[in-house]
Structure formats: C-alpha cells, structure tokens
C-alpha cells in the first residue's frame, strides 16, 4: 500500500472532498432507504460555512490523492467528529484509524475534554471501528419513531440496552 498522509484541507481538496461527501450520503440512503437527492455532495458545500467547524483534515494517498475527509466541531470543551469518511476502495486498510488519531490529537491540542461521534445504528462495520479506536462511552442515545410507509419486520441484529430490544 501506498504511504497516506493526513493533512489539513485546503481550497485544491475541494471536489475530491465533496466526491467523499457525496459517497457518505449515498451509503446512508443506501443503509436507510430514504431519497437519493441530484446533488449529494451539496451539503458539503454547507458544511464549509459551519461557524463551529474546529478543523477539517485530508488522507492524502501517494498515488490516488484524498481518500479521506474528517472533521472536528466544537462543542464548548469537547469536540464532535463529523464527518470521517473513507472512500470505499480503501476501507479496512488503517485510514479511518490514521484520521481519527489525528482528530484526536488536534481536539487534545485545542484542550478538549472528550470527542464524541454519532455513526448510524445500522453502520456495525464503522460501530465496530470506532470502539477499536477507543469509543467506547455512551454518552446518549437517540430515538427514533418510524412513522414511514410500512411497518418493518422484527431485526434480530438489532441492539439490547438496559434490557430493552430496539431496531437499529
């Protein structure tokens, strides 16, 4: 394998980013079934002008360039991870791991408490990656009530927590 860099963002990363962005919303409309919109990279875009955003970090593979985005939003003393995303081509190669130490060591630079990060229910592959990078707190939980189209049939890889079964 190539050697991968971790970097900060800069204006030339800008349509390989959104590529990356866009690749995250499509596996999310894939794991979930909502709508696929024309323009799944747009929320890039916005996500640029967040006055919370902290950092913004490349991989930077030698030969096939960014291959990884991740981002740090502050929340008073601590920081939020979003988004870490790796191109599918190199998944389950060490560059989610390499992102998300560098996250960590720039939160610790900017005296942050914790970091948290908020994977979908249904992403086991990144649950199970991120517990291996020592996210292992629950610090909450959200809800969801389906109102959709059709009710879902039971999951039986669903999650158990204080001895309740919910769906994931």
């Known amino acids: 394998m190539s050697p991968v860099t971790v970097r900060s963002y800069r204006p030339s990363d800008h349509n390989a980013c959104r590529r990356l962005y866009a690749e995250l919303t499509l596996q999310h409309h894939d794991m979930y079934g909502d709508g696929v919109t024309d323009d799944d990279g747009a929320?890039?875009?916005?996500?640029?002008?967040?006055?919370?955003?902290?950092?913004?970090w490349v991989a930077d593979h030698a030969d096939d360039g960014v291959i990884g985005l991740v981002g740090l939003i502050m929340r008073d003393r601590a920081g939020e991870v979003d988004p870490v995303v790796v191109t599918a081509t190199h998944r389950?190669?060490?560059?989610?791991?390499?992102?998300l130490r560098h996250v960590a060591t720039e939160a610790k630079k900017r005296s942050m408490q914790s970091l948290t990060i908020?994977?979908?229910?249904?992403?086991?592959?990144a649950i199970r990656s991120l517990h291996a990078a020592g996210y292992d707190v629950v610090s909450s939980i959200k809800l969801t009530m389906d109102l959709g189209r059709h009710e879902h049939a039971w999951q039986p890889d669903g999650l158990e927590l204080h001895e309740l079964q919910f769906r994931s």
Request: charged letters at 30%; hydrophobic letters at 35%; zero cysteines.
């Open 92 to 99: 389950h190669k060490g560059v989610g791991r390499k992102l």
């Open 118 to 125: 908020s994977p979908a229910s249904r992403n086991v592959d």
């Open 43 to 56: 929320a890039f875009e916005e996500y640029l002008t967040r006055l919370d955003l902290s950092g913004l």
